[in-house]
């Protein structure tokens, strides 16, 4: 069941997201439904409405076998700012 929801945004927010929603052949009410849903993770099985940009980008870019995670990115630069030795565990 829906229900109305009032939010206080800028003007120049509100236009831009309409031009968006009605180039990408959506609602305003959508965007922020979906928004709102990937910021609780409450509908753990959303997918992009088929035919959006996100569901057509979906999967174009590889990662090289070399891409490092932001775990690794992060403990390397905590020892290269504070000179630590990493853990052997």
Known sequence: M???LT???DKKS???SKRYA???GTSVSS???AYFDSLTEENADWRPKSGSIVEQLSGVATLP???K???EVLEQALIDKYG???NSD
């Open 2 to 4: 829906k229900e109305k």
């Open 7 to 9: 939010l206080s945004i």
């Open 14 to 16: 509100i236009k831009k």
């Open 22 to 24: 009605k180039t990408h």
């Open 31 to 33: 965007m922020v439904e």
């Open 65 to 67: 076998d070399s891409f």
């Open 69 to 71: 995670s932001y775990d």
């Open 84 to 86: 630590l030795q990493k």
